[in-house]
C-alpha cells in the first residue's frame, strides 16, 4: 500500500455508503503491522471517549469497540484504552504504551468548546511511547482537524467511525485492504519554492492580525486573549519582534517574538529569547519562517553581553520552550539545535502542571519538624532572600529568576514569597500569585489566568543542597504551603509552571501535566 491511496471494503453494517479508508503516509514504514509484529508484542488502541454515530447506538457502548475486536481477530495482544479529552494522557496510559511494541491513536474530529485537541494528546502520546511506531487513525479530513501541520509520521483517513469503517482501518492496519484509486494528497503539486521574505520590525500599535495569527497557529490551551498577549508582546527597552507581510496586501503572513533578558545580578550578561516564530498555515514552506528566524537570530547576536539564545522565553513567559512532539523539533534540528537530552539545553523536558486543590494529599504533609518550617516571606527576610536567590539561580541555572523575586519584593508583594527554613537558614523558597493581581510575576506568566479565574500559580521553587532532609520531603513541604496559602486566598487550582523532572513524584500528589517543552539553548 503507497501513502496518498484509498481502500474500499465491499460491505458494512451502519449506513449506505461504501467505507474507505486512506493511507495519507507511513514514514515508519510499520503498515501493515505484519512488518513489525510478532507473537506476544503488545499493540495498544488509544480512543476518545465519544457519542455513538448511529441512532440506534446510545446503549452505553464504545463506538470504537468494533475496531478493537477486528484488530483483536487478526493480532490477540490488542489493549484497548480509552482516553478523554478532560484527562488527556494519565499514568494508566503511560503504563500500557510503556509497554507497547506499537500504538494506534484515534482522533474522532475537532474538539468542543472548552475540551482540549484530541491532536494535542496525540502528540502527547507520542512523546510518551518515545521511538515506538505511533499510528494516527483519523476519522475526519485530515486537513480540517488541523492534522498535517502536526507531522505526525503515520496517518490513515476515515470518513468516520462507522463500524463499517473501523472494519476498513483494522484491514489496512494488517494488510489485508486492496488499493483501489489514488484519491490521496498530491503534495508536489502543493510545493512552492521556498525563498528570503525580508523581516520588518514590529511596531506593536496593532496587535490584532498578530493576535489572529497567534490562535491560528497555536494549539486551543496556548490561545489567548487580544488584551493579555499585547501585554506580554509590548516590553519597551527589552522586546524586538518581527513580521513578514505579503508585498501587495500588507497582510501578516510570519511573526517572531524575541526579548533579552539578564543572566544575573550584575546586569553584564544578557540572554536572548527566540520565543516564538510563527506561519500562517497557507503560506507555510515557503521560506517565511527560515526568513524570520535567521534575522531575529543575526539582530540578537549584535546585542553587548550577549551570552546565550535559546528557543523560548523566560520572562515573561509565552512558551518555555519548544512543545514536545510538534512538527517545528525536526525543523530546529535541521538547524544545528541538539535535541538528545544529554547535555543542559539539548531538549531536557521543562513541565507544566495543574492541580484540584481538593486532590492536594491531606494528613500527614505539613508534619511539624523541629528542623523545618515554612512561612511567608517579611521585609526584615530581603537580604538573605535576594542572596539565597542569587546563589541557587547562578548554581542551576535558573535565568530571570533572581530579577523575579526582586520584583515582587520592590512592589512590596514580599509576601508572595513563600520560605522554608532549617532552623534560621533559608533552604528552600517559591513564587505565589493569583490571576487578579497586578504584580510583574502574574503579568509575567499567563497561562494560570487564561485556564481559570480560580487557578493560582507557583513559580521559580529554588531548593538548596546538601541538606540532612531530602529535597523530595522539602518540595512537598513547599508545595504544601503554597497551596495552603493559594486556597486561603480562594483558590480552587494550582498551575506549577516550567519544571523540570520529578514526573512521577508531581502526579503522586494530584498533578497533571499541562504541557511539557524542550529546553534548548546555545551559547554565543
Known sequence: MLPGQPATTPGHRGGSRRSQVTLIRD?????PLTRILGDGDIVVLLTPVVQPVQPDGGNGNDPFEPLGRALAARHPWIRHVPYTSRNGITSTHVGFIKRAK?????????????????????????MVGDKRPQIIVACQNVHDIGLMEANFPTVIQLHGYLPSDLQAAAG?????????????????????????????????????????????????????????????????????????RLPDTREVVGFCAT????????????????????????????????????????????????????????????????????????????????????KPGQGQDICDWILKIDDWPSGGVSASSAVLSFRQGTFDDFNLIADFVEKESARK?????????????????????????????????????????????????????????????????????????????IMIRLLDACVTILREQGMKRVFLDAVRGGYEGFQSMGFQKWAIYRDLWQSV
Open 27 to 31: 514514514h515508519q514504514a510499520c503498515i
Open 172 to 244: 489496512l492496519l494488517f494488510g489485508e485492504a486492496p488499493a483501489t484509486g489514488t484519491a490521496g494528497l498530491d503534495v508536489q503539486s502543493l510545493m512552492i519554492e521556498p525563498k528570503f521574505w525580508p523581516p520588518e520590525n514590529w511596531d506593536g500599535l496593532d496587535v490584532t492580525p498578530v493576535h489572529e495569527l497567534w490562535n491560528q497557529c497555536l494549539p486551543e490551551h496556548f490561545h489567548l486573549d487580544k488584551f493579555p498577549l499585547q501585554s506580554l508582546l509590548q516590553r519597551d527597552g527589552y522586546a524586538m519582534h518581527f513580521v513578514v
Open 397 to 473: 541555572d535558573y535565568t530571570g529568576w533572581y530579577d523575579q523575586y526582586m520584583n515582587l519584593a520592590h512592589d512590596g508583594r514580599i509576601s508572595d514569597i513563600v520560605l522554608g527554613l532549617e532552623r534560621t537558614d533559608i533552604v528552600a523558597s517559591a513564587l505565589i500569585y493569583t490571576p487578579h493581581e497586578v504584580s510583574s510575576l502574574a503579568q509575567d506568566l499567563p497561562w494560570a489566568r487564561t485556564i481559570g479565574s480560580d487557578v493560582g500559580g507557583v513559580a521559580c521553587i529554588c531548593i538548596t543542597d546538601g541538606l540532612s532532609t531530602s529535597k523530595d520531603t
Open 259 to 342: 526579548y533579552t533578558t539578564f543572566v544575573d545580578r550584575e546586569g553584564e550578561r544578557l540572554i536572548g529569547s527566540l520565543a516564538l516564530i510563527i506561519v500562517k498555515p497557507a503560506y507555510r514552506r515557503r521560506g517565511i519562517g527560515l526568513s524570520l528566524y535567521d534575522h531575529a537570530l543575526k539582530q540578537l547576536k549584535r546585542i553587548r553581553g550577549m551570552d546565550r539564545i535559546q528557543l523560548g522565553s523566560t520572562f515573561p513567559r509565552l512558551l518555555s520552550g519548544i512543545p514536545a512532539g510538534f512538527s517545528s523539533e525536526s525543523w530546529f534540528q535541521r538547524r544545528g539545535w541538539q535535541m538528545d537530552g544529554q
Open 102 to 126: 506499537a500504538v494506534v491513536f484515534i482522533i474522532s474530529g475537532l474538539p468542543s468548546p472548552g475540551q482540549s485537541s484530541q491532536v494535542e494528546i496525540g502528540l502527547m502520546a507520542r
